[in-house]
């Protein structure tokens, strides 16, 4: 995020869906073939160190995430938000991506979530998830879309999964 702003500098358009595209691989659902699981340790535990200094009380919520397509975690509780409401950052295992929600976010459009994020937890949690070079991509789009690829939907046979679930839900 640019020094200065509040908001978060989020890939959305055309560019949401291209980037989305291009990070949907039919081989490998859970990871991507070059996943580098120490490397992706390591810059989570700098977010969740980030955060929790911010915070003083962010910690991770996973520690060991299996048959996911997202890598961690981290919970802010209600307590320690200006929001006050619990807030998530949540990492997927594919491209950097991350997400901030609460814990109503998934009934809300993107602008309302935004409105109700307290402008300084948003600083704090976008001005880390920056500086760590993480790409923020919008909740609300990800779960209002359905996944339009081939391979990924062999995993959800009963009902037609989102790009949520596609980057940041369970395989």
């Keep these: 995020m640019p020094r200065g702003t509040i908001g978060p500098v989020t890939v959305e358009g055309d560019r949401l869906w291209d980037l989305l ?21 390591n810059r989570f535990r700098q977010l969740v160190d980030r955060l929790n200094t911010a915070f003083s009380c962010a910690r991770e919520a996973d520690s060991n995430v299996q048959d996911a397509t997202y890598h961690n975690r981290v919970e802010i509780p209600a307590a320690v938000t200006a929001t006050g409401r619990p807030l998530w950052v949540v990492v997927s295992s594919f491209g950097g991506l991350a997400v901030v929600v609460a814990d109503n976010s998934w009934r809300q459009t993107q602008e309302e979530f935004t409105r109700q994020l307290h402008p300084d937890d948003a600083q704090r949690i976008y001005t880390a998830l920056d500086d760590l070079g993480y790409t923020v991509v919008p909740e609300a789009l990800l779960r209002g879309a359905e996944y339009d690829g081939d ?4 995993c959800y046979i009963q009902y037609q999964p989102t790009w949520w679930d596609r980057f940041f839900g369970y395989v």
Aim: glycine share 0%; no cysteine.
């Design 21 to 41: 595209r291009s990070l949907d691989d039919p081989k490998h659902l859970e990871t991507p073939a070059d996943f580098n699981f120490d490397e992706t340790k």
């Design 151 to 154: 391979a990924f939907r062999r």
